[in-house]
Each structure stands twice: as structure tokens, then as C-alpha cells.
């Protein structure tokens, strides 16, 4: 009797709560809600993001998503190494299809007064005026055809601090640095290529 009465227990507990959310890969609509998906234990957050890369003053690439994503992805971020600058603006919810709409250009930001060193071809000795939350200075080398070349410029420190997750993804290492002109360093560690899609795996997926 007393294992009938478990063995109900069980088949009567209540399900267990599974977050829905609105799924589109990157680069489809800014505002795809025709396809949603359940969510996994562990990614507790609806997500859209939407990147847009510069070079110069024109907008290059603009690209947008949505998914189940971390907490720990949700976040603003951005990386300027002078002729570009790469905006990544992930917003988070905790409800069901709550990300059906889309995210904001947020890439408008004014110097913060912090100053890096940038590369122009071969020299590194430029100065890039840093926007928004960038407050650390980055250093790195991006194979090109074969060909290493220096990188330098401003991150915003999400970027920074999330290297491991970026790993395997969009380089090896990255050196960054708190203070005005502290990348100075002649030898940047190897890679960083933040000029476009790269950046969209860290926090468009599926776990």
C-alpha cells in the first residue's frame, strides 16, 4: 500500500516550469515571433540582440536574434579599434515569449574620456577616444590571409571578463588593460576579430 500510495505521488507532481521563448537565427527579421522553443533548464532568460558593426561613420553590418540564452549573456558590449567599432546589445527577460520585440539602437554614445592606443596599418600609435562603457584598453593580433596584424583600441569590460566563453569562438587570448594609453605593449596576444558575426555565438544559441 504504502508504495501504490508513492508511485501516485509521482505520476502527480506538477511539472516542472519550462521558460518559452521566441527563436529566430541571427540575421533574420528584427521582429520574427513565428517560431518559439522551449528553453532548457539552465537558460532561464528570453533574449534579442541586435549587433551592428561600423566602419567609419557607415553601418556595415546590422544583424539581429532571438533565443533562450544565460544570464550571464545579457548584457551591452562593445569593442572600437578606431576605423571600426562593433556594438553588441543583448536584452534579457524572465517570461515567457516576452522578447517578441526588437532591440534598440543603442550604438549612439559619446566619448567617456578614457584614450587608447589604435593601429593605422603598421603603427600603433594613434589615439582612439573611447565611447560608452568602454573603460578598458585592448590589445591583440587578427590573422588576416595569413598574415598577423596588431589590433589595439577600447572594450567594454563584458568583454574583458567573459574570455573563456569567447575562446574557440572568435580567437585565443585577449589582453586588456585599465588605464589611458596601456596597451601600449608592442607584442598584443593573439585574437581578437571583432568586426562582425563572430561575436554572435556568445550569446545566440541553443545549450
Do not use: W
Amino acid at each position: 500500500m504504502h508504495h501504490l500510495l508513492l508511485l501516485f505521488g509521482i505520476l502527480h507532481l506538477p511539472k516542472a516550469y519550462t521558460l518559452k521563448c521566441y527563436e529566430c537565427a541571427a540575421g533574420s527579421s528584427a521582429t520574427c515571433i513565428d517560431k518559439t522553443k522551449e528553453c532548457p533548464p539552465l537558460a532561464t532568460q528570453c533574449s534579442a540582440l541586435r549587433l551592428i558593426v561600423y566602419s567609419g561613420e557607415s553601418v556595415i553590418a546590422d544583424v539581429n536574434g532571438k533565443s533562450c540564452s544565460f544570464a550571464d549573456h545579457c548584457a551591452q558590449a562593445s569593442v572600437n579599434f578606431g576605423v571600426t567599432r562593433t556594438i553588441l546589445t543583448n536584452q534579457c527577460c524572465t517570461t515567457d515569449l516576452c522578447n517578441s520585440l526588437a532591440v534598440p539602437d543603442l550604438s549612439e554614445t559619446r566619448p567617456n574620456g578614457k584614450k587608447c592606443f589604435t593601429c593605422n596599418g603598421l603603427q600603433c600609435a594613434a589615439t582612439v577616444e573611447c565611447q560608452g562603457n568602454e573603460y578598458h584598453c585592448i590589445s591583440t593580433t587578427v590573422d588576416v590571409k595569413g598574415q598577423k596584424t596588431a589590433m589595439k583600441g577600447c572594450a567594454s569590460k563584458q568583454l574583458c571578463t567573459n574570455t573563456e566563453q569567447m575562446e574557440g569562438l572568435i580567437g585565443n587570448q585577449i589582453s586588456c588593460c585599465e588605464g589611458d594609453y596601456c596597451n601600449s605593449g608592442s607584442r598584443p596576444r593573439a585574437g581578437l576579430l571583432l568586426l562582425g558575426a563572430p561575436l554572435l555565438p556568445l550569446v545566440i544559441m541553443s545549450p
